[in-house]
């Protein structure tokens, strides 16, 4: 930390814990003699002195002579505006027009444009140009108010107002002719008022050019009339030419000068000029603001009380929970009070709320301010509100439900892609009741024909491919070759997996590698590994050096993931020591992910922990910037017994936990918790997750939950566990995995009262939130009625959804209901088309089902070579399931499916799956032995029949039993189904 960033963090720690013991207004703290000159003004219904202190309080006070910044007080300014237009006289006019503009922009409090229009005509009746204007401008803003509009702009024009001629021109049913004729008047009105000294006009012609196009000559014209403007005295255009002078993409750019306008401004009391600059310095902005003057301002704003400022920079004082709760309290009740009117900081300080950056998380509260936003006219804000609400179904209230759809539909009617595509998504995900995809596909469709974007293409896609019907679902493959042709990767993902399980259009190898290997040379590695799976899927003996060569191509071409996943594929497929080489080729040029690998593959060969250490000293050196890769090494390095690695990568993860990088945390307590390295210390492990779990870490009540609940650790308390997990939902009513967390508490009984129905429900929201694997257990529940009414169709697109989101387990159970007829009736070629995309994604139970039916010729044509290639495949894996895979391969060899009988081969592959756990294995190979009939044979038979028995093989007990070696007293059967299959 760099000197003057500790002296701020003195400064910041110092005013902030008073500002702590005081209430915060947010931008709105004045001294106190002007809040006392409105009470005794109001008494003494001085209507004139009451618009003075209000423009003044509106403008700014200044906080003290050593501080310039002027702060105003919009509440107690439009308190005595309010009071000021009650009083006839000669300034009444004047205070309702100022009044009616603070109700337009929010300033003090809620929009109310029905008022602000009402305010506004009765001072057009006085022949108040600006009030013709403002008024005319918002009418025009608003659905069947046209020739209102119309009306009031032309008497601004007529009593000099310029600016209007551009809104008349603009206005709906204007010529092309009439717009230029306009446009002309009004320029040619303003530049007279300016060469007569008038500052606003000159202000105006800067917003004119400004606004005008992109176009550098439209740009350096507004800047030459806003620094007119600021000639004549007009402040607010200082700050405009500051942004101009700011803009990186204008020839004109000049950063140094930006950060003197900027402070030009901020010493003449704009706070706004003063935020810019310490934005621009926190961003990393493109003006390289310097630190004195970042040093400066932000003293200066926290000085004034600056919400905002106090937002951005709360972190670096390093707050308890309780300061940090209390603190958050008061920005949330100053910005609701309406302190913050910049919508900006407004939709900042919703993002903080809603993200947990610098206050305690609550999606509630930025739902709130994201609300008001938009009820000020805020698009930013609306888009903001309406993807919570479609993304968080317990922010679904009727009020923001109402609001969304309200300003969502001017949106979309006015044509805008962004408001039809939101509104489609509001349909798509339910948030009026029942999903609806005819209203989504609809909405989506006219934003197709507003625009032709890769967004909505994808989303169009999406929904025809969550249908349950096949024909549907075909219908999204135009909408997924459009938007694979505009560019997008994610298309080109599912337009190269279309053609290669041959679904929903008719199955093309070849198209099909060509975009994947099109996706790779966009950096696409998802493409590459379903790439070299595809190879794979369709066998032959070129397959395994087909899916070599892409991972190669890419490494050559310098993809930086490409050696790490190459060396997972080599690693799944029994090359460990091809892994190695590439890892080792790939960390010498400096790829730290590459080497963090590679010392975790050596260590594993190795069973020692010290092994490859080198390799993360390395990995150090080297280290990339990208915070999960930090994660990832410094739990690495917690592995060997170096004691300096281990003290650096703990050192590293607590500076990561302190960044609020996801996984830290949880990383750094495994330290303690689990030993990793020389540390040993569960309760210090529990401590830190109890810190984390105070400032509001999802991963740390998660993982204090699972500790619980499993008993691993610590002593099994279900009832905490299940507290721990609603904390946690709490914080995100939504939060995916705390749902499931709950859902498998109700279905187990465990710490609450076992519950199905109740089960589902948390299955339902996890879903709903996105979780794959809550898609896949909902879509389970369906299938068999569990806690919810059987549904074989909803069960079977739930089931589709998940897998086609990633969940790979899915494909399997999909597989599973038209290969067994649990859910719909037997369809063979779609059990292996189900079984063979679920093998191209790794599942290892769906490279078994895909590899039988190969060699069988169950549901498409017997390939017996591919068919062993993903039984090999599988039995390399290091799930629950590989040695199925391998006793699968000896049943090949032993009975000659698809192959020679080989019974040295299939000995081998029953050895190796009964040494890798598999009981089937155990038994038939004692069966065997026991048929050899030697003394030594028979104590090899009784040697696997003991190690199955142990893993509760109930035949293997029986048959111990009858030989006189053995009872089943040692073994718990419980639970266990004796069908007599293995004899």
């Given at each position: 930390?760099?000197?003057?960033?500790?002296?701020?963090?003195?400064?910041?720690?110092?005013?902030?814990?008073?500002?702590?013991?005081?209430?915060?207004?947010?931008?709105?703290?004045?001294t106190?003699?002007?809040?006392?000159?409105?009470?005794?003004?109001?008494?003494?219904?001085?209507?004139?002195?009451?618009?003075?202190?209000?423009?003044?309080?509106?403008?700014?006070?200044?906080?003290?002579t050593?501080?310039?910044?002027k702060?105003?007080?919009?509440?107690?300014?439009?308190?005595?505006?309010?009071?000021?237009?009650?009083?006839?006289?000669?300034?009444?006019?004047?205070?309702?027009?100022?009044?009616?503009?603070?109700?337009?922009?929010?300033?003090?409090?809620?929009?109310?444009?029905?008022?602000?229009?009402?305010l506004?005509?009765?001072?057009?009746?006085?022949?108040?140009?600006?009030?013709?204007?403002?008024?005319?401008?918002?009418?025009?803003?608003l659905?069947?108010?046209?020739?209102?509009a119309?009306?009031?702009?032309?008497?601004?024009?007529?009593?000099?107002?310029?600016?209007?001629?551009f809104?008349?021109?603009?206005?709906?049913?204007?010529?092309?002719e009439?717009?230029?004729?306009?446009?002309s008047?009004?320029?040619?009105?303003?530049?007279?008022?300016?060469?007569r000294?008038?500052?606003?006009?000159?202000?105006?012609?800067?917003?004119?050019?400004?606004?005008?196009?992109?176009?550098?000559?439209?740009?350096?014209?507004?800047?030459?009339?806003?620094?007119?403007s600021?000639?004549?005295?007009?402040?607010?255009?200082?700050?405009?030419?500051?942004?101009?002078?700011?803009?990186?993409?204008?020839?004109?750019?000049?950063?140094?000068?930006?950060?003197?306008?900027?402070?030009?401004?901020?010493?003449?009391?704009?706070?706004?000029?003063?935020?810019?600059?310490?934005?621009?310095?926190?961003?990393?902005?493109?003006?390289?603001?310097p630190?004195?003057?970042?040093?400066?301002?932000?003293a200066?704003?926290?000085?004034?009380?600056?919400a905002?400022?106090?937002?951005?920079?709360?972190?670096?004082?390093q707050?308890?929970a309780?300061?940090?709760?209390?603190?958050?309290?008061?920005?949330?009740?100053?910005?609701?009070?309406?302190?913050?009117?910049?919508?900006?900081?407004?939709?900042?300080?919703?993002?903080?709320?809603?993200?947990?950056?610098?206050?305690?998380?609550?999606?509630?509260?930025?739902?709130?301010?994201?609300?008001?936003?938009?009820?000020?006219?805020?698009?930013?804000?609306?888009?903001?509100?309406?993807?919570?609400?479609?993304?968080?179904?317990?922010?679904?209230?009727?009020?923001?439900?109402?609001?969304?759809?309200?300003k969502?539909?001017?949106?979309?009617?006015?044509?805008?892609?962004?408001?039809?595509?939101l509104?489609?998504?509001?349909?798509?995900?339910?948030?009026?009741?029942?999903?609806?995809?005819?209203?989504?596909?609809?909405l989506?469709s006219?934003a197709?024909?507003?625009?032709?974007?890769?967004e909505?293409?994808?989303?169009?896609?999406?929904?025809?491919?969550?249908?349950?019907?096949i024909?549907?679902?075909?219908?999204?493959?135009?909408?997924i070759?459009?938007?694979?042709?505009?560019?997008?990767?994610?298309?080109?993902?599912?337009?190269?997996e279309?053609?290669?399980?041959?679904?929903?259009?008719?199955?093309?190898?070849?198209?099909?590698?060509t975009?994947?290997?099109?996706?790779i040379?966009?950096?696409?590695?998802?493409?590459?590994?379903?790439?070299?799976?595809?190879?794979?899927?369709?066998?032959?003996?070129?397959?395994?050096?087909?899916?070599?060569?892409?991972?190669?191509?890419?490494?050559?071409?310098?993809?930086?993931?490409?050696?790490?996943?190459?060396?997972?594929?080599?690693?799944?497929?029994?090359?460990?020591?091809?892994?190695?080489?590439?890892?080792?080729?790939?960390?010498?040029?400096?790829?730290?992910?590459?080497a963090?690998?590679?010392?975790?593959?050596?260590?594993?060969?190795?069973?020692?922990?010290n092994v490859?250490?080198?390799?993360?000293?390395?990995?150090v050196?080297?280290?990339s910037?990208?915070?999960?890769?930090k994660?990832?090494?410094a739990?690495?390095?917690?592995?060997?017994?170096?004691?300096?690695?281990n003290?650096?990568?703990?050192?590293m993860?607590?500076?990561?936990?302190?960044?609020?990088?996801?996984?830290?945390?949880v990383?750094l307590?495994?330290?303690y918790?689990?030993?990793?390295?020389?540390?040993?210390?569960?309760?210090?492990?529990?401590?830190?997750l109890?810190?984390?779990?105070?400032k509001g870490?999802?991963?740390?009540?998660?993982?204090?939950?699972d500790?619980?609940?499993?008993?691993?650790?610590?002593?099994?308390?279900g009832?905490?566990a299940?507290?721990?997990?609603?904390a946690?939902?709490?914080?995100?009513?939504?939060?995916?995995?705390?749902?499931?967390?709950?859902?498998?508490?109700?279905?187990?009984?465990?710490?609450?009262?076992?519950?199905?129905?109740?089960?589902?429900?948390?299955l339902?929201?996890?879903?709903?939130?996105?979780s794959?694997?809550?898609?896949?257990?909902?879509?389970?529940?369906?299938?068999?009625?569990?806690?919810?009414?059987?549904e074989?169709?909803?069960?079977?697109?739930l089931?589709?959804?998940?897998?086609?989101?990633?969940?790979?387990?899915?494909?399997?159970?999909?597989?599973?209901?038209y290969?067994?007829?649990?859910g719909?009736?037997?369809?063979?070629?779609?059990?292996?088309?189900?079984?063979?995309?679920?093998?191209?994604?790794?599942?290892?139970?769906?490279?078994?089902?895909?590899g039988?039916?190969?060699?069988?010729?169950?549901?498409?044509?017997?390939?017996?070579?591919?068919?062993i290639?993903?039984?090999?495949?599988?039995?390399?894996?290091?799930?629950?399931?590989?040695?199925?895979a391998?006793?699968?391969?000896?049943?090949?060899?032993?009975?000659?499916?698809?192959?020679d009988?080989?019974?040295?081969?299939?000995?081998?592959?029953?050895?190796?799956?009964?040494?890798?756990?598999?009981?089937?294995?155990?038994?038939?190979?004692?069966?065997?032995?026991?048929?050899?009939n030697?003394?030594?044979?028979?104590?090899?038979?009784?040697?696997?029949?003991?190690?199955?028995?142990?893993?509760?093989?109930?035949?293997?007990?029986?048959?111990?039993?009858?030989?006189?070696?053995?009872?089943?007293?040692?073994?718990?059967?419980?639970?266990?189904?004796?069908?007599?299959?293995?004899?």
């Amino acid at each position: 930390m760099t000197l003057y960033q500790k002296n701020l963090v003195v400064l910041l720690a110092t005013t902030y814990l008073a500002l702590l013991s005081t209430p915060l207004v947010a931008t709105a703290q004045v001294t106190a003699t002007p809040a006392e000159q409105v009470d005794l003004l109001i008494q003494q219904n001085d209507g004139e002195g009451l618009l003075k202190i209000a423009k003044q309080l509106r403008s700014g006070v200044v906080v003290s002579t050593d501080n310039s910044l002027k702060v105003p007080n919009y509440p107690k300014a439009r308190q005595a505006l309010e009071a000021a237009v009650t009083v006839a006289g000669i300034k009444q006019a004047e205070a309702k027009l100022v009044l009616a503009k603070m109700l337009l922009s929010g300033e003090g409090g809620l929009v109310d444009v029905d008022r602000a229009l009402g305010l506004l005509d009765d001072v057009v009746k006085t022949g108040n140009a600006e009030a013709a204007y403002v008024r005319g401008q918002k009418l025009a803003s608003l659905p069947n108010r046209a020739q209102e509009a119309r009306d009031n702009l032309n008497l601004a024009l007529r009593l000099g107002d310029g600016a209007a001629a551009f809104e008349l021109a603009k206005l709906a049913g204007s010529t092309p002719e009439q717009a230029t004729a306009m446009t002309s008047f009004g320029l040619n009105l303003l530049r007279q008022r300016v060469a007569r000294g008038d500052a606003g006009a000159a202000f105006d012609l800067g917003g004119y050019y400004r606004r005008l196009s992109d176009k550098p000559e439209d740009q350096k014209e507004a800047l030459a009339w806003y620094r007119k403007s600021a000639q004549l005295g007009q402040a607010t255009a200082v700050v405009w030419v500051a942004r101009l002078l700011g803009n990186p993409d204008m020839p004109f750019f000049d950063p140094a000068a930006a950060v003197e306008q900027y402070q030009a401004a901020a010493r003449d009391g704009s706070i706004e000029a003063a935020e810019e600059l310490v934005r621009d310095f926190t961003d990393a902005g493109p003006l390289k603001v310097p630190p004195k003057v970042y040093d400066l301002w932000i003293a200066k704003l926290i000085d004034a009380k600056d919400a905002t400022a106090v937002l951005y920079y709360s972190q670096a004082m390093q707050e308890t929970a309780e300061q940090r709760r209390l603190s958050s309290d008061q920005l949330y009740e100053a910005t609701m009070s309406g302190g913050v009117a910049n919508v900006e900081d407004l939709i900042r300080i919703g993002e903080s709320f809603r993200d947990g950056a610098g206050v305690v998380i609550d999606q509630t509260r930025a739902a709130n301010i994201f609300r008001l936003g938009a009820r000020n006219g805020s698009n930013a804000a609306l888009t903001r509100l309406a993807h919570l609400v479609i993304d968080a179904p317990s922010l679904r209230s009727q009020e923001n439900v109402a609001l969304a759809l309200e300003k969502l539909n001017g949106l979309a009617a006015k044509g805008s892609v962004s408001g039809q595509l939101l509104l489609g998504d509001m349909y798509a995900k339910g948030v009026f009741g029942q999903a609806d995809e005819t209203k989504a596909i609809e909405l989506y469709s006219r934003a197709l024909a507003t625009a032709e974007s890769v967004e909505v293409l994808n989303r169009l896609a999406e929904v025809y491919l969550s249908s349950s019907d096949i024909e549907k679902r075909k219908k999204a493959f135009p909408y997924i070759a459009r938007a694979s042709r505009a560019g997008s990767e994610s298309a080109m993902l599912k337009e190269a997996e279309a053609y290669a399980n041959g679904e929903i259009v008719e199955q093309d190898f070849d198209r099909a590698v060509t975009l994947y290997k099109q996706a790779i040379s966009l950096g696409a590695t998802d493409a590459l590994v379903s790439l070299a799976n595809l190879y794979l899927s369709r066998g032959g003996e070129s397959a395994f050096h087909d899916a070599h060569e892409a991972f190669a191509d890419a490494i050559a071409t310098g993809n930086r993931e490409a050696p790490v996943e190459m060396a997972r594929f080599l690693k799944a497929n029994g090359k460990l020591d091809e892994a190695i080489d590439r890892l080792t080729a790939a960390a010498r040029k400096n790829n730290s992910p590459a080497a963090v690998e590679l010392y975790e593959y050596l260590s594993e060969r190795a069973q020692n922990p010290n092994v490859g250490v080198d390799w993360l000293r390395v990995a150090v050196k080297t280290m990339s910037e990208i915070p999960r890769e930090k994660v990832h090494l410094a739990s690495a390095m917690l592995m060997p017994t170096d004691i300096r690695l281990n003290l650096q990568g703990a050192s590293m993860l607590r500076e990561l936990a302190d960044a609020k990088i996801p996984g830290a945390a949880v990383a750094l307590s495994n330290v303690y918790i689990e030993g990793k390295g020389k540390a040993k210390d569960v309760r210090a492990g529990l401590e830190l997750l109890e810190q984390a779990s105070q400032k509001g870490d999802v991963d740390a009540l998660l993982k204090l939950g699972d500790l619980y609940m499993d008993g691993k650790y610590v002593e099994e308390d279900g009832e905490k566990a299940v507290g721990f997990y609603r904390a946690v939902i709490a914080l995100h009513p939504d939060d995916p995995t705390a749902n499931m967390r709950m859902a498998r508490a109700y279905r187990e009984g465990r710490g609450v009262e076992r519950n199905l129905t109740v089960a589902a429900t948390y299955l339902k929201t996890a879903s709903d939130a996105g979780s794959r694997m809550a898609t896949r257990d909902l879509g389970l529940a369906y299938m068999w009625g569990s806690g919810v009414k059987r549904e074989e169709d909803k069960a079977v697109q739930l089931l589709r959804s998940a897998a086609q989101h990633g969940f790979v387990f899915a494909w399997g159970d999909l597989a599973e209901t038209y290969g067994a007829a649990i859910g719909p009736d037997v369809d063979a070629s779609q059990n292996f088309r189900l079984n063979m995309r679920g093998a191209r994604e790794g599942h290892v139970s769906a490279m078994i089902g895909a590899g039988i039916a190969l060699l069988s010729g169950f549901g498409t044509q017997r390939d017996p070579e591919a068919g062993i290639l993903w039984l090999e495949r599988a039995s390399a894996g290091t799930g629950w399931d590989a040695p199925d895979a391998m006793y699968r391969l000896a049943e090949v060899y032993k009975y000659g499916i698809g192959v020679d009988k080989d019974p040295k081969k299939a000995r081998e592959w029953e050895l190796r799956a009964a040494n890798a756990g598999s009981t089937t294995a155990m038994f038939h190979l004692a069966l065997e032995f026991e048929a050899d009939n030697t003394d030594a044979s028979k104590a090899q038979a009784i040697k696997w029949l003991q190690k199955a028995r142990a893993l509760q093989h109930v035949q293997a007990a029986k048959k111990l039993k009858r030989m006189g070696a053995g009872d089943m007293s040692s073994v718990s059967m419980q639970g266990v189904e004796d069908d007599g299959v293995e004899e």
